[in-house]
């Protein structure tokens, strides 16, 4: 599986981004998959995942405020980040795991995109 992150930018606080990743393959369906960011000088973290039938799970830090979605047609997983904050500051990763559903913990995860570099301006 191939990922492809995209959606980054810069953005004031309180507003809003989605982030898309898409995958190549016809297995992509199969795949649980994350996402992860990891800011300057810190090690990178969890921030949502979605299983391949469809549930989700999210860290405190974003809950509430950030969705993550999958379109298996499309091959895409989404991640719509509302009400962002200065914090939220980072490069997102996207991530497919095959045997790990859920899973918060990044080295469960067998494919990585390149990262699209969100930044969120006080």
């Known amino acids: 599986v191939q990922l492809q992150a995209s959606g980054g930018g810069l953005v004031q606080a309180g507003g809003s981004l989605r982030l898309s990743c898409a995958g190549s393959?016809?297995?992509?369906?199969?795949?649980?998959m994350g996402w992860f960011r990891q800011a300057p000088g810190k090690q990178r973290e969890f921030v949502a995942s979605?299983?391949?039938?469809?549930?989700?799970s999210y860290a405190d830090s974003v809950k509430g405020r950030f969705t993550i979605s999958r379109d298996n047609a499309r091959n895409m997983v989404l991640l719509r980040m509302n009400s962002l904050k200065p914090e939220d500051t980072a490069v997102y990763y996207c991530a497919a795991v095959a045997n790990y559903p859920g899973s918060q913990y990044s080295g469960n995860y067998d494919y990585w995109g390149q990262g699209t570099l969100v930044t969120v301006s006080s």
């Open positions: 979605i299983s391949n039938g469809g549930s989700t």
């Open positions: 393959g016809r297995t992509f369906s199969r795949y649980h």
